[in-house]
């Protein structure tokens, strides 16, 4: 993989880790955090995009309107979805699920669809990628009382639902930045903009929620709307360097991070079982970083 892409990747991957983790931390946040996170991202980002479009000499093209449409569709369904997932499981489940789910399908997609070709090693580390996320996912087994295999269970699909929204979303933003050559910043900047429109009826419905959810977890909110974009923009400009069957598992360095955050913050258990699969995704990073 191209080093500059790489290092785009890793750095994503750590500000993720981190704005996941805040989204853990808010009991219930459902589609009224999505709103509030996605409200903060636009009016960060409008500035930024509106100087960009100023000195830019290419001027927006009609082509861009249906990839925002699709943009922000697909990402307030990973929002939703993903809450929902914290909502009900342990961010060491539902996280390394829904990250080892999207690249597998990314990468299926990548080589079907779009003829890609990763190499030997660049499959092979995304295996090890997937295989980690497995190792990682799996803590817990079989045991534990009826609520926590319930809890377990329910964790597990969302965490594989919202891998395949993942999934959907960087196949269609790789899409939109390549095919379509929409600017990154501007993309994501117009995205979030229609993602807190495309919400703010829900939210004028539930105005007591989403202020409260504001009183108490602001802080958890600017995190999110301000770490989300950019280490989304750094994906979306490794996809401009790199073929998306190896942008999306080296992502997932992320896993690593959270599963230790779920650890060391969240004391959630089985630490040996996750940092086994640490090991592995390291080595799958490795091996696509090689390729």
């Known amino acids: 993989m ?21 989204a853990k931390r808010v009991p219930g946040g459902g589609a009224a955090l999505v709103f509030l996170y996605y409200s903060v ?22 082509t861009w309107l249906p990839a925002v449409v699709g943009n922000a569709v697909l990402h307030i369904v990973y929002g939703i979805v993903l809450q929902r997932g914290y909502t009900v499981g342990d961010l060491s489940v539902v996280y390394p699920l829904a990250r080892g789910t999207g690249p597998l399908l990314s990468v299926l997609a990548a080589v079907v669809l779009f003829g890609e070709r990763p190499g030997v090693l660049g499959l092979a580390g995304a295996a090890l990628v997937i295989a980690g996320v497995l190792v990682i996912g799996s803590a817990g087994g079989g045991g534990g009382s009826v609520a926590d295999r319930r809890a377990r269970r329910a964790g597990v699909g969302y965490g594989l639902l919202t891998g395949a ?16 050559a929409v600017p990154p910043v501007v993309y994501l900047c117009a995205g979030s903009v229609l993602q807190s429109a495309l919400l703010a009826p829900y939210a004028r419905r539930h105005g007591d929620t989403v202020a409260r959810l504001w009183r108490e977890h602001w802080r958890e909110a600017l995190v999110i709307g301000l770490l989300s ?19 999306a598992p080296a992502r ?30 390291l080595g799958g990073i490795a091996a696509i970083a090689a390729s």
Not at 49 to 57: C, E, G, H
Not at 239 to 244: G, H, I, N, T
Request: glycine share 4%; net charge negative.
């Open 252 to 281: 997932e360095l992320s896993i690593v991070l959270g599963g230790l955050a779920a650890w060391l913050v969240l004391d959630e258990a089985h630490p040996v079982r996750r940092l086994t699969g640490s090991l592995i995704v």
């Open 229 to 247: 974009p950019v280490a989304y923009a750094l994906v979306l400009f490794a996809l401009q360097r790199a073929p998306v069957s190896l942008v």
């Open 2 to 22: 191209n080093g500059t892409a790489l290092v785009f990747v890793v750095v994503a991957a750590v500000l993720h880790a981190l704005w996941n983790l805040a």
């Open 165 to 180: 929204t993942i999934a959907a979303y960087t196949l269609w933003d790789d899409h939109s930045v390549n095919a379509l």
């Open 41 to 62: 991202s636009a009016v960060a980002l409008v500035p930024v995009a509106t100087v960009l479009l100023v000195l830019d000499p290419q001027r927006p093209q009609w």
